[in-house]
């Protein structure tokens, strides 16, 4: 089965600075997608961004930005200018390709300092 | 609708108690999927429809677990004798086929006392 690890379970950044959160996992596939999912107080899962796994370049979103290393089975997130907006738990997920069901990781519990 | 709709957002059962828990997936989407989030973690998978049928129960923790999704659009989860160890956050999320536009719901908070 594939499993997602993240390490940090809480990170803090100031306003306006970067952070980069981390995830790993463990796959023998070679076609899978890979997202950052944000869970606000809400409970609603919000996509933030998705890489699938055959792009070498990685994917952007705005602020928003990743590291895939493929061979390292490292996926690591980017929050560019961060806005107090952005605190929330973000959790790391693995889908195979074709794949129906998402294996998360345990979360990191993002907090902005104003 | 314009989103995924579960309910109640919250109920507090008894030990012991059956439960009921509804999902409205939106429209068009074919397939529903159900996790189960225990404090601290992430979502873990307990069951796939596509259409009417379950296409992967492999998730479901045990027979006290059912979920039904008669006419291919709500899908109900039904727990039976419920246990303390059931308390988590139930999430719904529904999709296109292949995945695409997949969608969570805001989920059900159940507390078993």
């Known amino acids: 089965a594939q499993t997602v690890t993240q390490s940090q379970p809480e990170m803090s950044v100031q306003e306006a600075e970067t952070v980069t959160l981390s995830c790993t996992y463990d796959?023998?596939?070679?076609?899978?997608?890979l997202f950052w999912y944000k869970q606000p107080p809400s409970r609603q899962m919000i996509l933030v961004i998705r890489q699938e796994a055959y792009k070498q370049q990685n994917a952007t979103e705005n602020r928003f930005s990743v590291n895939f290393q493929k061979a390292a089975k490292s996926f690591s997130l980017k929050i560019s200018d961060s806005q107090l907006g952005d605190a929330a738990m973000y959790f790391c997920a693995y889908r195979s390709a074709p794949g129906n069901q998402f294996y998360f990781g345990t979360g990191t519990s993002l907090t902005v300092i104003p | 609708g314009a989103g995924v709709s579960q309910t109640p957002s919250n109920k507090v059962t008894e030990k012991g108690k059956y439960v009921e828990l509804r999902c409205d997936p939106i429209?068009?989407?074919?397939?529903l999927y159900w996790y189960r989030q225990s404090l601290g973690q992430g979502p873990e998978f307990l069951i796939y429809?596509?259409?009417?049928?379950?296409?992967?129960d492999s998730g479901l923790p045990n027979d006290r677990f059912f979920a039904v999704r008669p006419e291919g659009s709500v899908s109900t989860l039904k727990i039976q004798r419920t246990e303390r160890g059931d308390s988590a956050v139930y999430l719904c999320?529904?999709?296109?086929?292949?995945?695409?536009?997949?969608?969570f719901g805001s989920g059900t908070r159940l507390t078993v006392v």
């Open positions: 429809f596509q259409g009417t049928g379950a296409a992967d």
């Open positions: 796959t023998s596939e070679s076609d899978y997608y």
């Open positions: 999320a529904s999709s296109l086929v292949g995945g695409e536009g997949y969608t």
């Open positions: 429209s068009g989407h074919t397939a």
